[in-house]
């Protein structure tokens, strides 16, 4: 018998689904309590602000679109959160760096001073479970602003605009239908920070399909964001500086930098989203997982999953080649005096009182 039986099969399967499902319960379970803690560290800290301002307090919370640029893959807006976000992001992006993990520096080629890069503390599923309004409204002004351009060029109100349908995606996973925004997973959710001679150099976002940047802190000088659009002769670069609570979406693929800061401290909301699904807490700026993007396996149980199935494979391939050795030494009669017995042994066990010869 090459194979196991399908008594053996079965039970292997069940063993291995138990295993995962209590791995994945105690995931969730300890998912649940970070997000708890980080949940009571908020609170803490909006009771404790000086201005005691609410979280029904709009303070000045407008939408303002500015502009799309070139073939509409670049759109810059002048405000898309309002202060009261920027003051709960903020209580956030603390909670998470005093409770579960420091920021972190990036340096992006060689560096020109400690902090040439920048800082990224990862707020991914922090913000869609603790900051769910924010994370909406976001999402909801960029989609309103995408379809209001996509209707004013099949109506040929701004021929400069008729481009911006590019900003609907054919997913790949999802039989060719268009997909939104809306629609879409966040590869990563994080909060940058620029520090004197900090630098993004010129680079793309590959697999994500948009990159949305927002400003969380303005006092600066130098550090205009840049994106590059086409290629040779027909190259254009546009230098984007967005207000306070402005901020700017474009085609991930796009080259895109921040020029050098040289006085102050530039703090954004960078969020990349794809077709995937949603980064989750500890996984950074993750990249496509195939058990995970095509399988749908849960990240805490992949490993099992996939040691299991290494673990069967083994065993196959062992027989394989336990046959294809007793084939060659022994001549094909050899391999059928192995199943011989491996019958006979198996019919003993069974307390058989026949033998195969």
Known sequence: ??????????????????????????????????????????????????DKSSHSQLNGDTFKFLQSYGEGTVLEFASIISKEDLKRLHELEICVQENISPAKNRAFGEGKGLYSGNQVTFLNNYMSRLLPDVDMK??????ETLSQLAMASTTGKDSSEAS?????????????????????????????KYFPNGELRPHNDDISYYTMSIILESNYTGGDLFVVEGKGMNTKQYQLNPPLLGGAIF?????HGVQP???????????????????????????YIFTRDFLHIHPATDSIILYAAGILMIYVLYRLLRAFLITL??????????????????GQKNGRKEHTN
């Open 251 to 255: 085609r991930s693929h796009l080259t």
């Open 1 to 50: 018998m090459l194979l196991p039986s399908v008594e053996v099969i079965v039970a292997y399967v069940l063993i291995v689904s138990l295993i995962a499902f209590e791995t994945l319960k105690i995931y969730d379970r300890e998912r649940e309590k970070i997000i708890e803690i980080i949940r009571t560290c908020m609170d803490e800290k909006t009771a404790n602000r000086d």
């Open 164 to 192: 911006s349908s590019v900003f609907y995606h054919k997913g790949k996973q999802k039989k060719q239908q268009e997909l939104t925004i809306l629609q879409m997973g966040k590869r990563c959710v994080e909060i940058l």
């Open 138 to 143: 976001i999402t909801s002004r960029i989609h």
């Open 329 to 346: 030494i022994r001549g094909p009669k050899g391999v059928d005096q192995d199943k011989d017995q491996d019958n006979g042994y198996h």
């Open 261 to 287: 800061i040289s006085d102050g401290h530039r703090k954004v909301l960078v969020i990349e989203y794809w077709e995937h699904q949603d980064g989750d807490i500890h996984e950074g700026r993750r990249d």
